[in-house]
């Protein structure tokens, strides 16, 4: 075989290549024309082929059960590969808008070391601050909240730094996913906990709520605030009193 043999050959896998990603991404198609497109991209199965399979994450066909069958298409196949489909999912997921999927498909398909370490690379690009549309953050968030791959410890490390996000969805649900870990490393999150109780730019009552809710189940002792404490309780908490340097809830 001659090397302009080889280049053509090339050249029309290539070809095959991006009309495949194109229909793929193509919501107005029929369904069946995705079907075709994906089992070639499938059969390619570069990464980059697979990177294409990987982006019918990204929208909902106006069919809704067709939709949700695609995607599971998708999620069957990736997963039948193992970690060979990491990278292709990885990169997808680096700028995916919904990561729902992308991050199921890793769960699945990743050790938990290989899995946190793609984790901590999503929240590098997520970091705490202002952004413009925080919905990356808050799907992360909900996701390590559900995520048994960690240990309370690095869950913590993880997300106490949102806790003063810009958004106050992001901080809220940073004090939710706290709450669903069973035990707290206190030396790693009572101080944050307590900076986000405390902090007078904070005016989302919920977050403070919150945040209180998540100290009173750890049952620390907030001897180092106590007097702040006291009196944030008394002017926004009125649910929550002291008790042994402990926030406690009032009883009904």
């Known amino acids: ?10 050249a ?3 070809s095959a290549l991006e009309r495949n990603t194109k229909k793929v991404v193509h919501r107005h198609l029929q369904s069946a024309d ?6 070639q991209l499938r059969a390619d199965g570069s990464e980059a082929a ?3 399979v990987a982006r019918r994450f990204s929208f909902n066909y106006d069919k809704t059960i067709e939709d949700e069958q695609e995607k599971n298409w998708v999620f069957d196949v990736l997963t039948s590969l193992g970690e060979r489909a990491i990278p ?6 680096l700028d995916a808008v919904s990561l729902a ?14 899995m946190a370490e793609l984790v901590d690379e999503l929240l590098a690009r997520e970091e705490p601050g202002y952004t413009r549309d925080p919905a990356r953050k808050l799907q992360i968030l909900s996701w390590l909240a559900d995520w048994n791959g960690s240990s309370p410890s690095e869950l913590a490390r993880r997300v106490l730094p949102y806790l003063g996000d810009f958004d106050e969805g992001v901080r809220f649900l940073a004090a939710d ?4 870990s069973t035990t707290r490393d206190e030396s790693i999150a009572l101080a944050p906990l307590l900076d986000a109780l405390l902090r007078p730019e904070e005016e989302s009552r919920r977050v403070k709520l919150r945040v209180a809710e998540v100290l009173a189940e750890a049952g620390w002792r907030v001897t180092a605030r106590l007097t702040e404490v006291g009196a944030l309780l008394a002017s926004t908490l009125p649910e929550f009193t002291l008790s042994d340097d402990r926030l406690v809830r009032r009883k009904a």
Do not use: N
């Not at 292709?88 to 997921?93: K, M």
């Open 12 to 14: 029309r896998k290539q």
């Open 34 to 39: 995705r079907y075709a497109a994906m089992e």
């Open 101 to 114: 999927w992308p991050l199921r498909v890793l769960e699945k398909i990743a050790e938990p070391a290989r």
């Open 1 to 10: 075989m001659g090397f302009m043999d080889i280049f053509s050959r090339e």
């Open 88 to 93: 292709p999912v990885r990169r997808y997921a």
């Open 177 to 180: 996913t706290l709450a669903h």
């Open 50 to 52: 697979l990177l294409a």
